[in-house]
C-alpha cells in the first residue's frame, strides 16, 4: 500500500533532518519497541521526543537513514513492513563515519483513519560461531 510505504520513506527521510518529532508523528502513542539497544524490548510513549532527542545528540549530525527492499502487507487496519535499512552516522566527539546495515519489521494500524507505527522491531544477525559477535559488517 502506497501510503505506508510513504510513511516508511517519511520516518527516514524526518531522522535524517533530525525532526524526531516529526518522524514520531508516524507512531501510536503506545508502541512496542525492539531496537538495536538495550533492553530486549519495551513498551514507550511512541510520541515522547525525549528518548529520540537524546540519541540523536549522539552524533555529530542527525544519522542518515536509508530504506531498502522494502515491502509493505496490509490488510483493512493491521499492516507490517520489513527492509533492510542503512544508518550512516559520526558519533559525537569523533570523526569516524560508520553504516550500519540492520533488519527492520514495522507492525502498523489504522487508527482513527490513519496508519501508525505501533510495533518496531530492528536486529542486526549474529555470527553463530564461537564468539557468536553481531555480524555489522554485513551489506544487502
Known amino acids: ?6 510513511i516508511i520513506l517519511d520516518r527516514a527521510a524526518r531522522l535524517t533532518a533530525g525532526d524526531v518529532e516529526g518522524m514520531q ?3 501510536a502513542p503506545e508502541l512496542v519497541e525492539y531496537n538495536l539497544a538495550p533492553p530486549l524490548g519495551k513498551t514507550i510513549d511512541g510520541r515522547d521526543p525525549k528518548p529520540a532527542t537524546e ?4 552524533f555529530e549530525a ?3 537513514m536509508r530504506v531498502t ?8 487496519d493491521v499492516a507490517f513492513a520489513t527492509s533492510i535499512n542503512a544508518m550512516t552516522a559520526t558519533p559525537r566527539g569523533t570523526t569516524h563515519e560508520f553504516t550500519l546495515w ?3 519489521t514495522l507492525g502498523l494500524r489504522r487508527i482513527d483513519g490513519r496508519w501508525l ?14 564468539e557468536m559477535k553481531a555480524a555489522i559488517d554485513l551489506q544487502p
Open 1 to 6: 500500500m502506497q501510503e505506508i510505504h510513504d
Open 25 to 27: 508523528a508516524h507512531n
Open 55 to 58: 540519541w540523536v545528540a549522539t
Open 62 to 64: 542527525p544519522p542518515r
Open 69 to 76: 527492499q522494502l515491502q509493505v502487507t496490509a490488510g483493512t
Open 102 to 104: 540492520f533488519r527492520v
Open 117 to 130: 507505527v505501533t510495533h518496531e522491531h530492528e536486529s542486526v544477525p549474529f555470527h553463530m560461531d564461537e
